[in-house]
């Protein structure tokens, strides 16, 4: 297997993000090694996403970045792993976390539909929370500021579920939403082919948006619960758009218009982490 031919960069970057990702806020050291993850993480979903390749051909992609990332296969196999490994190695954060990336990533790669929020919940265990977690023991945080991290990460994993579920339908025949909620709801996944979201599916967008505003008290908890003075602001920038995010697809139709941030939202949203610079 070529370098090449496991990792195809898919042309995003961190500016297509909705959340900052190793902003300026973040300590200038530090910066290159959340970049270093993030591209990891990037390389990972793309091959997950690609949508001319076969499951098994998406695992072994995977299988592949993972034992770069361990030191178990030679670096040009999967550069981002390498450099990884390399920030890793420097820093002396664990692997673990970039390790539960893949299983998320895998599991995209077979699973196509979920049958509860409990089920879309364990999936956001390994998609979304290591990313907080691995972004605070860069920082040298307590793990007592995980459950925090871990209900915002999982709002932000949601609320991109909820941005992109008709693409995702479209694109990967994947749909996050899950199955009960839909027959609660009277809606189906074929709602998501319509140009605008039926009453059902918006009973559904309004559901999953209550399960995360019932996470929303614990993540707001998280500015707060760390020591580093530019992490406290970045993250509660990342709370703040959550919440003007979750807003937004409260009142606006993800299949009709992508719901995205402004820079209203963003503004209002750096002016609120203020209060944290002390």
Known sequence: MSAAGVEAWSG???????FPVGSFLIRRDLRRHVHAFYAFARNADDIADHPHLAAEEKIARLDAMEEVLLGRLGDGAAPSAARLRASLAETGVTPH??????????????????ASWEELYEYCTFSAMPVGRHVLDLHRESEAAY??????????QVLNHLQD????????????????????HGAAIADLTAPRASPGLRRVFAALLDEITALAPLAAELPGAVRARRLRLETAVIVGLARRLATRLGREDPLAKRVALTKSDIGAALFGALRYLP
């Open 12 to 18: 995003k970057d961190r500016r297509d993000e909705n």
């Open 97 to 114: 976390h970039a390790a539960d990336l893949l299983v998320a990533f895998r599991q995209d790669a077979t699973k196509r539909r979920y």
């Open 147 to 156: 459950a925090a991290s871990d209900a915002l990460c999982v709002i932000l």
């Open 165 to 184: 579920c008709a693409q995702d339908l479209a694109a990967l025949d994947r749909c996050y939403l899950p199955a009960d909620l839909l027959k609660t």
